[in-house]
């Protein structure tokens, strides 16, 4: 599983870097993206594993966001909302969805 799990994070990583924000569904989609068979308990498990890397790692902010996601527009989180990694291609795009937004303060470790 570390192998996956350092790909996860790199590619992860990738994307923050580029768009400055990390749509949460992004965990589970790039899992399904290897190919590896993993079952949603597995992702998840794996995408929480991950997530507590990227906010100790990153000045992140879990938000809120409509699509096309402007994080301009997005709004807090509650710090209890519930983690959801996976998002039905199928729902309403008018749904919002969550969203980790790089505080532009940048990195704050390896």
Do not use: H
């Not at 870097?17 to 589970?28: I, R, S, T, W």
């Not at 899992?31 to 000045?59: I, P, T």
């Amino acid at each position: 599983m570390k192998p996956i799990r350092a790909e996860l994070v790199m590619d992860l990583e990738e994307t923050l870097e580029a768009q400055g924000y990390l749509p949460m569904y992004d965990f589970v989609w790039t899992l399904r993206g290897y190919g590896k068979g993993l079952d949603l308990a597995q992702m998840n498990a794996l995408s929480f594993d991950v997530y507590e890397e990227l906010m100790d790692r990153y000045s992140l902010r879990l938000m809120w966001a409509t699509w096309p996601i402007d994080t301009g527009a997005a709004w807090p989180a509650d710090p209890k909302t519930p983690l959801d990694f996976d998002l039905d291609p199928d729902g309403p795009l008018s749904e919002p969805l969550l969203v980790l937004v790089l505080q532009r303060s940048s990195c704050r470790a390896g």
